[in-house]
């Protein structure tokens, strides 16, 4: 594929012209499927996003769905940090904050201080679990649905 066209950016224009190459592979349930080839790293990708050229989303540093449900998964690492410092080998799913017993030679204040640190990061990882939960059950329906499809 050709792309032509022209980019005006800050009152100057730059006429762009390029080759995306498309190839082709072999569908599970048989025909072709074709791919685009990024202009600029080559990947073979689904889709192409534009910027002043056209490229896959790993060159032009795009957020994906994915990545920040990684995101979400941080107050959860939080959690066993603030867990392990405390002495406990329960995750938060498991064993309530207020269920953690104070470590010998802690301060009481201290302790009081990180338990309740604790238990905000522990709502944090809760909500963060179930928006988690939510996403893989709109995914499992959808693939059912897929499924009785066929
Ligand atoms: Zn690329």
Same mark, same amino acid.
Request: hydrophobic residues 35%; proline residues 6%; aromatic residues 6%.
């Given at each position: 594929m050709r792309l032509r066209y022209q980019l005006t950016r800050q009152g100057k #224009?730059?006429?762009?012209?390029?080759r995306v190459p498309i190839t082709w592979t072999p569908c599970h349930l048989g025909?072709? /499927?074709p791919w685009f080839l &990024? @202009? &600029? &790293?080559g990947r073979r990708v689904a889709k192409l996003y534009s910027s #002043? $050229?056209?490229a896959c989303r790993h060159c032009l540093r795009l957020n994906y769905r994915s990545q920040q449900a990684n995101k979400r998964d941080? @107050? &959860?690492d939080r959690s066993w940090d603030l867990r392990r410092a405390l002495g406990c080998d329960e995750g938060f $799913?498991? %064993?309530p904050a207020e269920y953690i017993t104070k470590p010998k030679g802690m301060h009481w204040r201290t302790f009081e201080r990180k338990v309740e640190q604790l238990r /905000?990061?522990?709502? /944090?990882? %809760?909500g963060?679990?179930?928006a988690m939960l939510g996403t893989i059950e709109r995914k499992v329906n959808t693939a059912r649905a897929a499924l009785a499809r066929c």
């Open positions: #224009t730059e006429a762009k012209d390029y025909g072709n /499927r &990024c @202009p &600029c &790293c #002043t $050229l056209f941080r @107050p &959860c $799913l498991s %064993l /905000r990061v522990d709502a /944090r990882a %809760l963060a679990a179930q």
